[in-house]
Nanobody
Framework: QVQLVESGGGLVQAGGSLRLSCLAS????????MGWFRQAPGKEREFVAV????????YYEDSVKGRFTISRDNAKNTVYLQMNSLKPEDTAVYYC?????????????????WGQGTQVTVSS
């Protein structure tokens, strides 16, 4: 089983930036589509961003377009989420996920592997 470990969460003021990292164990990371999801208190886990195995294709939830950037470094078995212009409504636990979805990777049911999550809190 693939292990995913997120890091980089923390407390930041509105308008600030954070970069989340997700380190994957094993030797098959480069073959996976990787996604980021988030879950705020009392809400369902929602899609944030996805990147193809090659890094050549990305897609973002409308609410984060222009502010967040997903990227990956296959040599380091790591996927990143650069978050700029953070807003209080971005506060959530952020999860990375890996899989080989047949669809566009926007649905959490398309992923087989999940990290433990990292807390992002944006203060006003």
């Amino acid at each position: 089983q693939v292990q995913l470990v997120e890091s980089g969460g923390g407390l930041v003021q509105a308008g600030g930036s954070l970069r989340l990292s997700c380190l994957a164990s094993g030797r098959t990371f480069s073959s996976y589509t990787m996604g980021w999801f988030r879950q705020a208190p009392g809400k369902e886990r929602e899609f944030v961003a996805v990147i193809s195995w090659s890094g050549g294709s990305t897609y973002y939830e409308d609410s984060v377009k222009g502010r967040f950037t997903i990227s990956r470094d296959n040599a380091k078995n790591t996927v990143y989420l650069q978050m700029n212009s953070l807003k209080p409504e971005d506060t959530a636990v952020y999860y990375c996920a890996g899989g080989r979805p047949r669809g566009w990777g926007r649905d959490r049911t398309e992923y087989d592997y999940w990290g433990q999550g990292t807390q992002v809190t944006v203060s006003s």
